[in-house]
């Protein structure tokens, strides 16, 4: 009797969590859960425009539209130039990170004005994607900063667009997003690093250990969670990227950088609101797009685990079942 008041008087005390978590859950459900089952059930079907017109019939067709977007040419370049750009500013953006994290966080270096550079360098994350898109694009206009320094060293003499190679334009995109995330990405993998135990750097230290060395056998294994985090988070992220590669494929500039820069998600914004306005095309893309993140993601983990705790997991389950014989030969 007295366990039983004690549980409902638990149950009592907490339920205003429950309350007050409750918001978020139905936001989540109504927001996010619905819209995905949505996508990917009109992902079978040969919906259009049903946002204009929502009594308009359509049709299930299976995976048929999985094969009109494979063999359409303007997919497959979105497919490709989208994991090139993010690799492009991925890469230099985690190197850049880690080199500032060992940096500030090295003890024998004391770097000072440490609160300082870590503001400068995080800046650029606080301004909108689209702003720094326009910036960048104004820059190398006719008559922007890059154009006019090149006229001046005469390396051009023409007052047209002046940089409109397909490399040119991942590369201008690659380093607006390297530019904009490699102060996030260092200030999280600073936090990683702080949470390592100073013992191991003393035991290191005492041990002759160079500081190449010490990141290589202590810092690295020790944050490869943050790590995993932030190959994951950045991935979904590049992925999905849309305002900075926008900027340089619409209007003026679709001529020159268009096919160049559009991702997948430009992709299914041009085919959910323009031209057929086939919704779902938009959403089997996607579909597509999300069984390639959550495949790449899942991979990622697989590399990035411990390997010396799997195999102790595997070796504690061989025991078991080895010991569950001999009980069971025994009995």
Partial sequence: ????????????????GYIFIAPFFLTYLIFQVVPLVDTFRYALTNAKAWYTDPSQNFDF??????????????????????PVMWLMG????????LLLAAWFTNEKIRVKGQGFFKVVFYMPNIMTATTVGVLFLAFIRPNGFIHNFAVSIGYLKSSRMPFTSEWFGRGIVA???????????????????????????????????????????ITLPLIKPIMTYTLV???????????????????????????????IVIYIKKIAYTGTTSVGKACAASVFLF?????????????MRDKDEAKAKKAAKKRAKEQAALEGGNI
Avoid at 199 to 213: L, M, T, V
Avoid at 291 to 303: G, P
């Fill in 90 to 97: 991925f890469i230099p953006q985690l190197g850049m990170a």
């Fill in 61 to 82: 067709v299976g995976l048929d539209q999985f094969k009109v977007i494979l063999e359409d040419t303007y997919f497959r370049d979105a497919m490709y130039n989208t």
């Fill in 291 to 303: 069984a390639v993140t959550a495949a790449i993601a899942l991979f990622l983990f697989w590399i």
């Fill in 233 to 263: 988070t950045s991935l979904i992220g590049g992925f999905q990227m849309f305002d900075v590669p926008n900027m340089f494929a619409i209007g003026n500039n679709s001529a020159a950088f268009g096919p160049h820069v559009t991702t």
């Fill in 175 to 217: 380093f607006i997003q390297w530019w904009m995330w490699y102060g996030q990405t260092m200030i999280v993998l600073i936090a990683g690093i702080l949470g390592i135990n100073p013992s191991f750097f003393e035991a290191a230290s005492i041990d002759g250990a160079s500081g190449f060395q010490t990141f290589r056998k």
């Fill in 1 to 16: 009797m007295a366990s039983t008041k004690r549980k409902r008087a638990k149950l009592e005390k907490n339920h205003w």
